[in-house]
């Protein structure tokens, strides 16, 4: 793996990942962009698809509702292929948190937004996203609050920690759609989605034909169990909460679990030595989630000392820019072994972001970070 520094950034980037798509075909309904002659083209508008199947096999978000995802057919070269993104969106700890999480889109699909917008590597546009614009790409929507990976139930409070199964269902009707003819298939997610594309990758692998190329993307899914700056560890106390009550051990792989903790197995750098299929990691190494929620929360700066910095780099004095740098090293550090796999692949930026394959601006952009004058979307193929 080699190392570059260019104008400021550090890239590290092995193996091109391949996949691509278009065209809308389901139980939802697609509504295509328009094209104003005043304003650029709008992006790709693709309509929900429910699975009322799944109900049945006790597959159902928080509330209870049937699972649901956005697919956009590929055509030409794309289709037969496939691009699946798993949703970000954070986790929920604690029966209060799940309660209050249930009764929105990230817990129901009743809230769910019936159109929403393909953009980045969902995008159709050939100059917008040259490798998948023409795949069969799908949105799993996120409604389980532990990375599509609980497995138990609270009667007391109604809570259904299902993640596990929605997944299972999820993968059960894409199959029936067409993806277990596939001939590339790429599984990849944004933050929580990030986890889960790591913590499913080769469960992925192992649904599809072995004539299949199978791949996973994991963006800004690379949460570190470190330290925060008053010494705890904020994000372990946290992603404990939501391992023992959603009993996510179930979904780890066995790999991990055989010698760690489930808490330590939820965390992607105990994970990634032990994923078979080939893996690509987007991530930024000032991912500015982290920074704020778990190297400076409010509960480990009680007197607000990290408060500008965190929410603008431009504000962080010499000692805090120290503590963020350690930071980074510490995220290189995690995937150094990862990185000398010749069939794995890295592209980690100096930028202070979070997600970074969903936007158009970074996935494949005039400004976007870029290596050897490539951007991300042209490196991850």
């Known amino acids: 793996m080699k190392m570059v520094k260019l104008l400021g950034l550090v890239l590290l980037a092995l193996v091109r990942l391949v996949f691509g798509s278009e065209e809308w075909h389901g139980n939802g309904t697609e509504v295509e962009s328009e094209l104003n002659v005043w304003t650029a083209p709008r992006p790709l508008r693709v309509g929900?698809?429910?699975?009322?199947?799944?109900?049945?096999?006790?597959?159902?978000?928080?509330?209870?509702?049937?699972?649901?995802?956005?697919?956009?057919?590929?055509?030409?070269?794309?289709?037969?292929?496939?691009?699946?993104?798993?949703?970000?969106?954070?986790?929920c700890n604690d029966i209060a948190t799940c309660v209050h999480r249930k009764n929105t889109h990230r817990g129901s699909s009743n809230y769910m937004e019936r159109v929403i917008e393909f953009t980045g590597i969902l995008s159709n546009k050939p100059e917008e996203n040259p490798d998948f614009y023409n795949w069969n790409r799908v949105k799993i929507r996120y409604c389980d609050g532990a990375s599509f990976s609980g497995e138990s139930y609270n009667k007391a409070a109604g809570l259904y920690f299902r993640g596990q199964r929605i997944f299972s269902a999820a993968m059960e009707e894409l199959m029936s759609k067409g993806m277990r003819y596939a001939s590339h298939a790429l599984l990849s997610g944004c933050s929580a989605g990030g986890v889960a594309s790591i913590i499913h990758c080769d469960e992925f692998r192992g649904?599809?034909?072995?004539?299949?190329?199978?791949?996973?993307?994991?963006?800004?899914?690379?949460?570190?169990d470190v330290a925060d700056v008053a010494g705890g560890r904020s994000l372990r106390s946290f992603f404990n909460g939501v391992v023992n009550l959603q009993g996510v051990?179930?979904?780890l792989p066995a790999a991990c679990t055989n010698h760690m903790d489930a808490t330590s197995c939820f965390f992607p750098q105990n994970l990634l030595p032990h994923i078979y299929t080939p893996t690509f990691v987007l991530n930024a190494a000032y991912d500015?989630?982290?920074l704020q929620e778990s190297l400076a929360p409010r509960r480990a700066d009680p007197q607000g000392y990290w408060q500008q910095?965190?929410?603008?780099?431009?504000?962080?004095?010499?000692g805090q820019i120290h503590v963020l740098q350690g930071f980074r090293n510490q995220m290189l550090n995690a995937i150094k072994m990862f990185s000398l796999s010749r069939q794995n692949g890295l592209f980690i930026n100096s930028c202070f972001a979070h997600c970074q394959s969903e936007r158009q601006d970074t996935w494949f952009g005039n400004n976007s970070p870029r290596l050897a004058n490539k951007g991300i979307a042209k490196i991850c193929w």
């Open 309 to 318: 910095c965190k929410m603008n780099h431009v504000n962080c004095n010499a």
């Open 207 to 224: 649904l599809l034909p072995r004539r299949t190329t199978v791949k996973c993307l994991a963006d800004a899914g690379l949460f570190l």
């Open 288 to 290: 500015v989630w982290q």
């Open 249 to 251: 051990g179930r979904s």
């Open 48 to 91: 929900l698809t429910l699975i009322p199947s799944a109900v049945a096999q006790g597959a159902v978000c928080l509330d209870g509702t049937p699972p649901a995802y956005h697919l956009h057919r590929g055509h030409g070269t794309g289709a037969n292929s496939w691009l699946i993104q798993l949703e970000g969106g954070g986790w």
